[in-house]
């Protein structure tokens, strides 16, 4: 079911969850394909090829991971945003749900449905906006004084490297709009150049 957002893909095991997240994202005007378990999942990403997949890693008959790595070796599905949304918490969960493919990893009981649709928003926009305009990145060294203006200016986070690469982040600006005798208007993210996660 296509949305006039973009459609999303969750793969979720837990009805209460399915139920949560699909009907915030169709009242939000996004399209949802649902699968509850790793088997269907495989199938509903290659055969419809969402804009995003929003995933548990813990699934019955085939893990998360597995499936994670299947897209990404898939040439039509590679470049499909994943976001892990998991019960599995541990550093080490995380360190292995990014290193396996995953673009984002939110843990289940720290971020409410809002902060969860904002990473969708962006991961969409992002997608959308590398086909119709382009886009800026300005390093943030720490060493050079650019991430202390930066938090004092707009209050982003102290971590300014990518916890899954440890590769300096990048603030990348993306024109969203060009006023007439008023110059352009952009938006801007804080995203890892290596692996494209969004923070």
Same mark, same amino acid.
């Given at each position: 079911?296509?949305?006039e957002?973009g459609?999303?893909?969750? +793969?979720?095991?837990?009805?209460?969850?399915?139920?949560?997240?699909?009907s915030?994202?169709k009242?939000?005007?996004y399209g949802l394909?649902?699968?509850?378990?790793?088997?269907?999942?495989?199938?509903?990403?290659?055969?419809?090829?969402?804009d995003?997949?929003?995933?548990?890693i813990v699934?019955?008959?085939? #893990?998360?991971l597995?499936?994670?790595?299947? +897209?990404?070796?898939?040439?039509?599905?590679?470049?499909i945003?994943?976001?892990?949304?998991s019960?599995?918490?541990?550093a080490?969960?995380i360190?292995?749900g990014?290193r396996a493919?995953?673009n984002?990893?939110?843990?289940?009981g720290?971020?409410?449905?809002?902060?969860?649709?904002?990473?969708?928003? $962006?991961? +969409?926009?992002r997608?959308?906006?590398?086909?119709?305009?382009? $886009?800026?990145q300005l390093?943030?060294?720490?060493?050079?004084?650019? $991430?202390? #203006?930066?938090?004092?200016?707009?209050?982003?986070?102290?971590?300014?490297?990518c916890?899954?690469?440890?590769?300096?982040l990048a603030?990348?600006?993306?024109?969203e709009?060009?006023?007439e005798?008023?110059? #352009?208007?952009?938006?801007?993210?804080?995203?890892?150049p290596?692996?494209?996660? +969004?923070?």
């Amino acid at each position: 079911m296509e949305g006039e957002k973009g459609t999303v893909l969750l +793969i979720e095991d837990s009805a209460q969850y399915q139920r949560i997240y699909g009907s915030l994202f169709k009242t939000e005007g996004y399209g949802l394909l649902r699968a509850m378990d790793g088997e269907i999942a495989m199938y509903m990403a290659k055969k419809k090829k969402p804009d995003i997949i929003l995933m548990e890693i813990v699934l019955p008959k085939k #893990h998360g991971l597995d499936i994670i790595r299947e +897209i990404r070796a898939d040439a039509e599905t590679k470049e499909i945003p994943i976001i892990v949304f998991s019960v599995s918490g541990k550093a080490e969960d995380i360190e292995r749900g990014l290193r396996a493919g995953a673009n984002d990893y939110l843990v289940k009981g720290y971020q409410t449905p809002k902060e969860v649709l904002d990473k969708i928003r $962006a991961y +969409i926009g992002r997608k959308a906006s590398e086909l119709k305009v382009n $886009a800026y990145q300005l390093m943030v060294y720490e060493r050079k004084g650019d $991430a202390a #203006h930066l938090q004092r200016d707009i209050g982003l986070p102290t971590l300014y490297r990518c916890p899954a690469c440890g590769v300096e982040l990048a603030f990348e600006l993306e024109m969203e709009v060009q006023k007439e005798g008023k110059g #352009h208007i952009f938006k801007g993210v804080l995203m890892c150049p290596s692996c494209k996660r +969004i923070f």
